[in-house]
């Protein structure tokens, strides 16, 4: 036994957990854990917001499979860290946040910088907790570390009252299992279930796996390759799933979805079996509810039994580790090619083609979806690349096509606009050696520009493509479709993007023609530092096909063909 201070006791089980990274902000309810933290050997991100921090942890963890951890004081500093701990929530990302609080003797009288963030994040955290007693903090870590990351992950709050991080006990690091009644994250379905999902497998003539971030958190990438080749079947993935499947594989048909694949869309509306492997039929995803795959039966493999007939009413749930289930299952399957079936979808994609703005000559209009493709193009489709939320967002999932699990980061759930650079800064600090780049807009970038101080302080290089439309795009796109074009607040005027990289003392580039892509690019890619590409891409295109909210799945707006799109 050794006296250690709550501070102290704070890193050293930071450190067992194998931590050497943390993202952070310091004040006054936190001092403590920041003094001790100069004896530990843990390197400490400072970012220039709370919310800023949080993605970057968030980025962090989703490029490591590490638990990320984010740190920040007391009131202003917990409360900025709510939309970062909500966004880790909403796409299952293995967080743990630790704040500090006032003293426990002044909890509850408005003390300085008081805030009930307990309270504030119960619905958007795993599990929190309140510290008010040194004795505690050891103990609460160790399961607030193990939650985040045990089942389905999500971000675990510790909120540690000033005077229990100052208090000093004797205290040994306990690594005895943790117990927790009531919590099983190891749940396993029935023989009986799994042998019943196998025969309605065997008897479908038409189905569809629909592949989710699932398959990426249980590591299952080989399993659902080796299962869909087997039984032959068409791989459609989530917006958080790209990457599961090589995109160059012949069985990956695409993205499902409000802003899906036509094709994709209307194989799922025609089949007669649906495999939801680790995806939770989000309402972006599924269209209306009433109309969605009506001919198909549903089988639905998820690890958290909640999500099983929440949104979709399925035939089978199994409730278990994807990558266990898809073992058990492989053996049971019986190999069938489906040919009809898959010459069907790829008949609808030679039709789609047509309408694919790819397919688009250069006609001096900068279009972001060809400006994506050609980084792509550029980077050997090998970067990792992390996107902010709005129309540039779908157009990195539809033409930045990835042949490697884990290499698109984005905010799904939640679709938080400022994510885009400081879970890029994250995920650079995860994978130094990987090419990041962060594709954002010119609306989403300026939330949370100011993390491009960081870049420089921690000297990590991310390469930033902002897609610059003068609008607030996404939102621009729905008012054209559906209230009559009436930009409400969407024109938006933004500084000068290549002056704000100046200031930071890096270089920012400008491109307005097609012609000039390639060389900003190569530019970016050889400079040491932080290079930001400012894009001046057309201001009003859209993201197409498109789903109106609501609509049924099959119901998609498409793009006019596009040799009569020429302006
Ligand atoms: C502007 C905008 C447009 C969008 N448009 C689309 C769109 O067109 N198409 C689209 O797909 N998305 C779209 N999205 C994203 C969408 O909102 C959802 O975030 C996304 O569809 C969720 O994907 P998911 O279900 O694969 O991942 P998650 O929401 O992360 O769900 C993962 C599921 O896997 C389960 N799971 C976790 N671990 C395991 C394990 N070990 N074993 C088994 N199961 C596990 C979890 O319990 C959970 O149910 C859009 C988002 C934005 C912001
Ligand atoms: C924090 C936050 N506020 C508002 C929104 C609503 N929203 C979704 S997309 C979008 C527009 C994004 O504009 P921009 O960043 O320029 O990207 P673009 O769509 O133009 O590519 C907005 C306002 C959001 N998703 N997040
Ligand atoms: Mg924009």
Redesign the pocket.
Known sequence: MMKRTGAQIVWETLVREGVDLVFGYPGGANLPIYDAMLDYPVHHVLGRHEQGVTHMADGYARASKRVGVAMGTSGPGATNMVTGIATAM???SPLVCITGQVASKLIGFDAFQETDVTGITLPITKHNYLVKSVQEIGPTLREAFYIARSG??GPVLVDIAKDAQQASIDWEYDDSPIRLPGYRPDLRPQPKNVQQAAEMINSSKKPVILA???VL??G?MEELRQFAEKIHAPVA?????IGVLPASHPLSVG??????EAWVNNAIQEADLLLA?????????TGNVQSYAPNARKIH????AT?INKNVKVDIGLV????DILWQLLPLVEPDDHTPWINYINEMKSESALRDIINLQDNGHLYAAHVINDLWRYTSGNALVVTD??QH??WT?QYYPHDRPFSMIT???L?TMGFGLPAAIGAKLACPDREVWAIVGDGGFQMTQAELATTVQENVKVNIAVMNNGFLG?VRQWQEFFYDRRYAATPMLSPDFVKIADAHGLTGLRVTQRSDVEAAVRAAQEMPGTVLIDFRVEPEDSVYPMVPAGAALHTMIQRPKVNNNVE
Do not use: Y
């Open positions: 909403m796409d299952s389905r992950p989710g971030r699932g958190l249980s299952a993935i989530t917006l958080l799933g993205m499902m979805g409000m802003h899906g492997f680790g995806m939770r039929f989000d309402d972006r995803v493999i998820d690890i958290d999500e278990g580790n994807l990558k939320v709005g967002q779908m999932a905010s799904g759930g679709g996404m």
